[in-house]
Each structure stands twice: as structure tokens, then as C-alpha cells.
């Protein structure tokens, strides 16, 4: 199973930037893919999550600001982030709970992760 980040880097506050994540082991249609972070000294904070049944949802924090999406022929899914806050400074990580092909059971993955700074 890989989950491969990327995206991210030095922001200014107010601007945007897109995080992108590629799966690939896994059966994605139905897999739930999410978006945490974790600042310094932080606890990991899920910031968003797109089941297989098209939902989606936010944390407080990014509701309104981050979108994110999902195209299951590329086996990706994106995070759109507008009005980047020093807040929002953070390594984020590319979440699937998800089954391996031919396994019952789903478990959960995660990819290295990726580091977004946004500076005031």
C-alpha cells in the first residue's frame, strides 16, 4: 500500500495551495479518505474526509475554506486550501481506511506526509 503526498511547501497567509495524494494497493472506490495534521507540539487533527458514498466533511477550523475532492480513475484525492492562516501551518497526511485487494477487512494507512508553512 502506498499513499504518496505531495504539494505543500511556503504559503503566504491568505493565499492557497492544493495538496494532492495518490493511492495505490488498496481498493479505492470504497476506501475513506482523509486529510489530518498535525502542527508542532499538536495532536493530529483530522481536517477532512471523503467516504465512498460522496460525502463529505470539515473540521471547524477549515470549514468553508478547504475543499477537498476525489477522482477514482487516478486514485487521488486532492485538498484545496483558500485563505491560508498561520494557523493552518502543519504536516498533513494523507489518510485511507481501506481493503487490500483480495482481504476482507479494511485497515488503516497513512502516507509520509507533507509540510505546509504559511507565514504571516
Known amino acids: 500500500v502506498q499513499l504518496v503526498e505531495s504539494g505543500g511547501g511556503l504559503v503566504q497567509a491568505g493565499g492557497s495551495s492544493t495538496l494532492s495524494c495518490v493511492a495505490s494497493?488498496?481498493?479505492?472506490?470504497?476506501?475513506?479518505m482523509d486529510w489530518y495534521r498535525q502542527a508542532p507540539g499538536g495532536q493530529r487533527e483530522l481536517v477532512a474526509t471523503?467516504?465512498?458514498?460522496?460525502?463529505?466533511d470539515y473540521s471547524d477550523s477549515v470549514k468553508g475554506r478547504f475543499t477537498i475532492s476525489r477522482d477514482y480513475y487516478k486514485k487521488n484525492i486532492d485538498l484545496q486550501m483558500n485563505r491560508l492562516e498561520p494557523g493552518d501551518t502543519a504536516v498533513y497526511y494523507c489518510?485511507?481506511?481501506?481493503?487490500?485487494?483480495?482481504?476482507?477487512?479494511?485497515?488503516?494507512?497513512r502516507g509520509p506526509g507533507t509540510q505546509v508553512t504559511v507565514s504571516s
Open positions: 471523503y467516504p465512498g458514498d460522496g460525502r463529505t
Open positions: 489518510h485511507a481506511y481501506a481493503r487490500r485487494p483480495g482481504r476482507y477487512n479494511k485497515n488503516y494507512h
Open positions: 494497493g488498496i481498493i479505492f472506490s470504497d476506501a475513506v
